[in-house]
């Protein structure tokens, strides 16, 4: 094979340029530039012309899913794997990615399906520790403790596997390029290369990438577009509690949340959450409301947490955590206008406990009224749940599946829900508290 050869292209506007440079002389991005190679240009022959198919021929062919047995993650993924399916799984180090891989590949073994685990961060002998502290010595999965590219993708094609995972895409390196591993050119190729064969062999792959708090520039956010699916696993500071997120996904919803608690023995997937995030929710406290959530498909409960305080600042201080600042600026606009309360000279905080978020305006209600609540330093009576959107006029607007955030709040044990007037098709096991307005919500509520 003719030696590559060497460009070094921006990533921020994909200039190409010869030599490596700290600047990019087209666009002025700062340390932007990663090196690619190219193939040596040779004539190609015209293979057979590509075949376009009728619409409806490409329709009706079912994906086969496999599930991996771990409830959470194939919720996350859409509903399992899907043959030669790339996900990105990121997250800090030390979170517990190479754990959730290591329990991911030993239950697809378990499961039948021929997986090859590449260890290339740790030894052989640390993953081997790792999987005796699960229980997972006796998994059918082969290991590959690796750094090359080459001698990877060659072990892959021979083994015929199912799904394969690569912890990490920061720790393998082609020999096609000088730099080193975690460069940005590195993990680009590495992830193109790897994510090519996955398409062709029909393996699920799964590339673990860290991200570090600063963000690094060859983090897996470069590979984003790159894959189908992109996970982050987080956590809250100094908590058991992990969420895995869909950030991404080609075969499912982006809004959806696994839930995992990890234990002395690996990661325990979480039946019920949503008692999880109420578990620790003060009781008859002034500023906590429960909001009956929708997190991708999953109805969730989730309380919502308020601090009103006076404030000093000539402009006062509005702070949302786990929900958009802009909506909790609208939403005290509305409060001040529509339901009489004056936060001109308070500052407002607003808190979703457990590291949750939420994107759905249905939260509004139960953030209007956990600030009323901290306001008033009145407690919202512990039965009630609310959910609805509030729109700039004050009023109360339904929400989507009503009905199926109605039935996890009567499993979680209310008894009351605040929200807009719904149409139920169903009588449901709830006392069903409707205003058409924000004003007449507060004032059912005391
Ligand atoms: P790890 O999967 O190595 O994280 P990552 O690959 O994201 O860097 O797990 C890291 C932490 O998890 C480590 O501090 C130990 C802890 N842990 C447990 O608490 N229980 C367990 O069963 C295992 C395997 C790890
Ligand atoms: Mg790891």
Redesign the pocket.
């Known amino acids: 094979m003719a030696k590559s050869r060497l460009v070094y292209v921006c990533q921020a506007c994909g200039a190409s340029h010869p030599k490596w440079l700290g600047r990019c002389p087209a666009c002025q991005a700062w340390d932007s530039l990663a090196e690619e190679a190219l193939a040596p240009a040779s004539p190609a022959a015209p293979g057979p012309a590509a075949q376009p198919l009728a619409l409806k021929q490409a329709w009706g062919r079912p994906e086969k899913r496999t599930m991996s047995g771990l409830g959470e993650l194939d919720r996350v993924l859409g509903g399992g794997l899907v043959p030669g399916m790339v996900t990105l799984v990121g997250?800090e180090?030390?979170?517990?990615?190479?754990?959730l891989m290591l329990q991911l590949a030993a239950s697809l073994g378990a499961g039948g399906l021929p997986v090859l685990y590449v260890a290339a961060e740790e030894s052989a002998r640390q993953v081997g520790l790792?999987a005796q502290?699960?229980g997972l010595t006796d998994s059918p999965v082969a290991l590959l403790n690796e750094t090359g590219l080459e001698q990877i993708t060659q072990a892959w094609r021979s083994g015929g596997y199912g799904a394969v995972v690569v912890d990490s895409v920061q720790a393998i390196r082609s020999a096609d390029l000088p730099s080193l591993a975690g460069s940005l050119g590195q993990v680009r190729q590495c992830a193109g290369e790897l994510a090519a064969l996955a398409k062709q062999t029909g393996a699920a792959l799964f590339l673990v990438g860290h991200v570090t708090k600063e963000g690094a520039l060859a983090g897996p956010r470069v590979l984003e577009h790159m894959v189908d699916t992109v996970l982050y696993f987080e956590s809250e500071l100094a908590s058991s509690l992990r969420l895995l997120r869909a950030v991404k996904n080609r075969f499912g919803a982006t809004d959806e949340v696994g839930v995992f608690e990890?234990?002395?023995?690996?990661l325990r997937t979480v039946a019920n959450p949503s008692a999880l995030f109420l578990a620790q929710r003060p009781a008859e406290a002034p500023g906590s409301a429960v909001c009956a959530a929708l997190s991708g498909t999953r109805p969730l409960l989730v309380e919502v947490q308020a601090l009103v305080s006076p404030s000093g600042l000539a402009m006062p201080r509005r702070q949302a955590l786990g929900l958009d600042a802009g909506r909790l600026h609208m939403l005290c606009a509305v409060l001040g206008i529509h339901a009489g309360l004056d936060l001109s000279g308070h500052d407002v905080f607003v808190n979703l406990a457990g590291g949750i978020k939420l994107g759905e305006p249905a939260a509004d209600l139960a953030v209007a009224v956990a600030v009323a609540s901290s306001f008033h330093a009145r407690a919202v009576p512990a039965q009630v749940v609310c959910f609805g959107e509030v729109g700039l006029a004050g009023e109360l607007r339904a929400v989507s599946r009503a009905p199926a955030r109605l039935a996890e709040a009567a499993r979680q044990g209310f008894t009351r829900a605040l929200t807009a007037p719904t149409r139920l098709d169903k009588p449901v096991e709830m006392e069903v508290l409707a205003a058409t307005r924000l004003a007449q919500a507060l004032e059912v509520l005391w």
């Open positions: 997250g180090p030390g979170i517990g990615k190479s754990t790792r502290r699960l990890m234990g002395e023995e690996g």
